[in-house]
């Protein structure tokens, strides 16, 4: 198997600083914290906050490390699972379309979701979506000329088949 030209997977610390759900998790700490300390006779809510909160982060990071995505020149390789894995390929010349989805506060954190759609089987049932990824807009560009020199590679050409009703 050839070499992976990059190895990456969805990022935690940038869901944390890049999305509204991640900043909401962060702020739940150190309120609750404030709350426990300040002794405002909530009993222990304020630490079940934080502990919410550190759970969801677990849980989160429990996530992204289930998947890992690795690009060679050939292929996109998805591995997932932590006990029980799976290893799926997607040849980049099917790849039909790189997507690159952000928000503000996303392009603020430098990350993006990647969707991609093509003629593997792996994307058969919907698009391969990748949340959360780090300089998502280099690797989707990076994406895209190695799926443009898979396909001169093997010489092979995409052709959209349209219905128009007359």
């Not at 739940?28 to 006779?41: F, Q």
């Not at 290893?87 to 392009?107: P, S």
């Not at 990350?111 to 990824?133: K, W, Y």
Request: net charge neutral; with cysteine; charged share 25%.
């Amino acid at each position: 198997m050839e070499a992976p030209l990059d190895t990456f997977r969805s990022s935690t610390s940038g869901w944390l600083l890049g999305t509204l759900a991640g900043w909401g998790t962060l702020l739940l700490i150190p309120i609750g914290v404030v709350l426990a300390v300040a002794d405002v006779g909530a009993g222990l809510y304020p630490l079940v906050l934080v502990g919410v909160s550190l759970a969801i982060i677990l849980v989160k990071w429990v996530q992204n490390l289930a998947a890992t995505f690795a690009i060679t020149e050939e292929r996109l390789i998805i591995r997932r699972g932590i006990i029980f894995k799976s290893v799926d390929e997607i040849e980049l010349y099917r790849v039909k379309d790189v997507r690159l989805d952000f928000t503000l506060i996303n392009q603020m954190a430098n990350i993006g979701t990647l969707c991609i759609s093509s003629s593997d089987e792996t994307t058969r049932s919907g698009d391969l979506v990748m949340r959360h990824v780090q300089s998502a807009q280099d690797r989707r560009e990076q994406l895209r000329r190695l799926v443009d020199t898979a396909r001169q590679k093997r010489r092979v050409r995409e052709i959209d088949m349209v219905h128009e009703d007359i």
